[in-house]
Structures are given as C-alpha cells and as structure tokens.
C-alpha cells in the first residue's frame, strides 16, 4: 500500500480527458426536460394551492443540484409552515387531490422511512415522489448546486463518479453502499484538498444565506458567481482528478481515524466526533460527514461486508486508472 500511495499517476493520463468529457456531456439532461419538470411543478403547485394555500412545493434532490442524469424520476417537497400537521394525514389527502386530476399511478406510502405519495404524470411522462416538509434536503440541495457552479470540474469528476458507482452496483443505500448525495460530498471533500484548491469551503466563509430548519442553522457563502475563478490557479485536468479521487479512497483515505467535513473544508478526527464505535447501526466503517446535520454519517449504512465491496470497487477503480489501455470503458463495465 504504502509504495502505491507514493506512485505518480500514469503519463498518458491526458490521454483520457477527452472520452471522460465526452461521457459527462452524454449525461447531462438537455434543456428540454428542465422545461417539462417546470411545467409539471406549476401543475402541482396550482393543485396544492387549492387545499392549503401555504404550502409551496420545491425540487430537491439529483433533479435540482445539478447532478442529475436525463429521464430521472424528480424528488419534490411539500413545505408547510405548520409544524403541527399530521403528515401521514396530509399524505393521505394530497394523494387524494392528486388522483382526482387524472395523475397515474398515484401511491401514498405513508410507512416509508422517508413517506412520500409516488405519482406519474402523463402529459410530460415525469414520475415524481412527493415528501412533506423535508426542507432540510431542500437547502443542502441548494449547497451542493451552489457549489456546482464554482468550478465545472466538480460536475464532471460527480457525473463520472455517480456514472461509476451506478455502474458498479455500489450505489445502494439498502445494499449498505453509498447514496449518490455521499458521492457528491466525497467528491465535493476532493476537491476542497487540492493545491491549489479548486473548491473553497462555503460554510467557513462570510454568511450571505441562513435558514434555520428543524432548529438546524443552516449558512454559508451563497455568492457563488463572485467564486468563478477560484479554482483557476489549479490545472488539474479531469483526467488527473478521477485518477486522484480514487487514488484517495484506495490507498490514502485514514478508514481507522477519519472523517472527511465538507463543513471544515478539513479531515476531523473520529475521536472528537465519538464515532469511534458502533452504536445501534451506526458502525462508522467509512465516515462522511453531513455539512448540516453533524451528527449524521452518510457513511452509516455501509456494514463490515459492504466496506469491503467499497473498498475493493475503490482499488479496482484506482488499479484502472493507473494502469489499464482503455480506462473509460473498464471503469463503468457492470459488475
Ligand atoms: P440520483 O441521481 O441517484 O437520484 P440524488 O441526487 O437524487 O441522486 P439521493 O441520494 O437519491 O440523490 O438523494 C436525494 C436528496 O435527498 C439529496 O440531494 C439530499 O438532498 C437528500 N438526502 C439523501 N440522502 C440523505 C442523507 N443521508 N441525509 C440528508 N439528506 C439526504
Ligand atoms: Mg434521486
């Protein structure tokens, strides 16, 4: 280990730049469906308005952070400002209301961990879910596209890593893998580390947005257009970046002691988080922290069988990237 974690990355690695770019532009949604996801938000919003005149709808989620791929299934939350609602009830009703405007295949599962009311639209072909009141996903939904538009590398290094973690079968939070939300964090962490940085750290930097969710402050640096040439100094090209993200989670990531914190900009320790041992399901085996809910490791679901799949689709990756003629095409071959 200790020899690869010094190996310099291949010489012909700006060889791959131009099939990785091109798979990151065949994965990008055209405008088109942004247009139809508007119109399909509009149609809700006028149907909720009917019912309770407060509530707003919002997008949340890989439709809204810019990390989306094309034809995805849309993420929306109900906000209700009345805390004392019953959501099970207003699941139940909107579910209701929706049916009743010849939406298809419209579902309440009210016993889900996250409960939603599931639904397709016809007219556009968007399926949607429908979640109430978790504004919490609404604003680091925000974070993460705010931080999608400092530097366009951080989209590309996520569409190739989400690209290769659907591809790998490693993206299965009830397999005890990574949510593609993890990824982005870990991708967004990445980028944070190099030198020159190509990402600042947006929570450490001068408030100009600030909610409080579910007694969470959430703040941050939200000027993002003023931070389009951050990461100027930085040469890094695409090519380089997937080879060093998984270079990292292979050989150089600290598994026994570390967290990475988008919200430090820094590496913490798992001691000074007490995530040192296993508590409930909690087993800590790889820890990534949530930028707003502290408390909260992206990394919990993963179990002592799934880290080793991890870690091993990690070394697979790198041992590609590293060595083998057509990295493009091995890296995402179906597991
Ligand atoms: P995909 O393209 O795979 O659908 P996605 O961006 O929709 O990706 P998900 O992991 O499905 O990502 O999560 C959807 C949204 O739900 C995230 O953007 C985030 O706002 C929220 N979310 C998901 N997992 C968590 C979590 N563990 N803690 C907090 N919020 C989460
Ligand atoms: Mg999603």
Known sequence: RNLKRQMPCRVDIDRLNTPFIAIYESLIPPEEEKAKQKQLLTLLQRLVTKEWPEGRLFLYGSCANSFG??????????AIGDANINKSDVLLKLAD?????????????????????????PVTGISCDICINNVLAVVNTKLLRDYAQ???????LAYIVKHWAKSRGVNETYRGTLSSYAYVIMCIYFLQQRRPAILPCLQEMEITYS?????????????????????????????????????YWAYRHDYANDVISIRTGS???K?????????????????????????????????????????????????????????????FEPY
């Open 97 to 121: 209301i929706l049916q009743s405007d010849n939406l298809q295949d419209v579902q309440a599962l009210a016993r889900a961990r996250v409960p939603i009311v599931k639904l397709m639209d």
């Open 271 to 331: 001691r000074e988080k007490d995530w040192t041992r296993r508590i409930g399901n909690d087993r800590h085996l790889i820890c990534i922290e949530d930028p707003f809910e502290i408390s909260h490791d992206l990394g919990r679901v993963v179990d002592k069988y799934s880290i080793k799949v991890l870690r091993e689709e990690f070394e697979r990756a790198a041992h590609i990237m590293q060595d083998s003629p057509h990295p493009c095409e091995s890296l």
């Open 150 to 156: 400092i530097d366009e590398r951080l989209r590309q």
């Open 211 to 247: 909610v409080t969710v579910d007694n969470i402050e959430c703040k941050f640096y939200d000027q993002v257009e003023k931070l389009r040439k951050f990461g100027s100094r930085n040469k890094e090209t695409i090519a380089q970046l997937v080879w060093g993200f998984f270079n």
């Open 267 to 269: 590496v913490i320790s």
């Open 69 to 78: 791929v094309s034809r995805s299934d849309i993420d929306v939350c109900l």
